[in-house]
């Protein structure tokens, strides 16, 4: 029984984009449905693990909480506020404790700033310093809070690895002592050796600061050590949610399985004898959704149902949610079934 009011929650979120018109005069627009009554929250504190392959729809949804693209239906709550349809300078206030760190590091950052001017930015938009130079000691404090060396206050982007990057974009978003934080693939785009220092680096500062992480991956491995609980997202809609034990230990939707099907197991020998789940076929068309399932094109257990029947979220243990009509008959598959 949850005790404790959300900090974040999302009640039947769609996100939909114009990509286009049809008819013989253009008159009707064409509508991808990016996202689609997805609904989650976030107790203080917390970290979800959002994980979806590449257009999901799980960029867009933590996109849509930050309030960055237009919502179509549903609401976003922060605090227990409605902040659906917040603008202008509430919006701006609001955005002070929502924060996002970026997936690619070397995008993220603007090369012709120092890192004294990346990280002060905001605290100068947000009024809070009236001069560039009024932070150096404070971006300091942030700097040494990343693990980084305070001497890199005047240093450029390109000056740094990828991994020191992603620190100074972690700074950055820690400039305003947000609550909540949109990371959006922090690890994708860094080598294997450094992912571990980042997300761990993540775990401390959520500790420390008392910070609560939708954290976004298409990696369920990522996801493991850092998140509380995982929503996994497929074709825009939520398929499974469940706290971090029960994905890895009873994967239940078809498509969770596939996902920890495709998660490397260091050992060659278990490796070769391991059980997977290989799902083939295409991803469905977004802007003509399918009536059923939208798995159905790619599921080996389909049937005639899971065509003409979109399955809805359901829970088959306590806080274990999923939306499939047939999961009682879909094999077991865990991390210790695959060999691990």
């Not at 009554?37 to 257009?55: A, F, I, K, Q, T």
């Not at 993220?108 to 990346?118: A, C, F, G, H």
């Not at 000691?137 to 240093?155: N, S």
């Not at 690890?187 to 401390?204: C, E, F, K, R």
Request: charged share 25%; aromatic share 6%.
């Amino acid at each position: 029984m949850q005790t404790t009011e959300p900090l974040v929650k999302a009640d039947n979120l769609s996100v939909k984009f114009n990509v286009g018109s049809t008819g013989f005069w253009g008159q009707e627009a064409k509508w991808l449905s990016a996202v689609d009554n997805v609904s989650l929250h976030l107790d203080p504190g917390e970290v979800l693990g959002l994980v979806g392959e590449s257009g999901s729809g799980k960029t867009t949804t933590g996109r849509a909480i930050l309030r960055r693209v237009p919502i179509a239906s549903g609401t976003v709550t922060f605090k227990g506020q409605d902040i659906t349809h917040v603008k202008g300078e509430k919006l701006r206030n609001l955005r002070r404790n929502m924060q996002a760190v970026f997936q690619d590091p070397y995008d993220s950052l603007n090369p012709n700033q120092s890192v004294l001017e990346i990280i002060a930015e905001p605290l100068l938009v947000h009024g809070l310093i009236k001069n560039i130079k009024e932070a150096r000691p404070e971006v300091k404090e942030f700097l040494d809070l990343v693990g980084m060396p305070t001497d890199a206050v005047d240093r450029y982007p390109h000056a740094f690895s990828g991994g020191q990057r992603q620190r100074i974009g972690i700074a950055r978003a820690l400039a305003l002592k947000p609550e909540f934080i949109v990371a959006d693939e922090p690890v994708s785009a860094l080598d294997v050796s450094i992912q571990a220092q980042i997300v761990n680096l993540m775990q401390d500062l959520r500790s420390e600061l008392n910070l609560t992480y939708l954290f976004i991956a298409h990696d369920l491995s990522v996801v493991r050590h850092i998140s509380d609980r995982i929503a996994i997202m497929y074709a825009g809609q939520l398929v499974e949610t469940s706290d971090r034990t029960s994905v890895y230990d009873r994967p239940s939707h078809p498509y969770t399985q596939a996902l920890l099907s495709a998660v490397p197991i260091p050992d060659p020998v278990v490796e070769s004898q391991r059980k997977r789940l290989k799902v083939v076929g295409e991803v469905p068309n977004l802007i003509d959704p399918p009536e059923g399932c939208r798995f159905s094109s790619r599921c080996p257990y389909v049937r005639d149902r899971c065509l003409a029947e979109a399955p809805e979220l359901r829970e088959i243990a306590p806080k274990h949610e999923v939306a499939c009509h047939f999961v009682e008959d879909i094999p077991a598959l865990s991390l210790a079934a695959m060999g691990s």
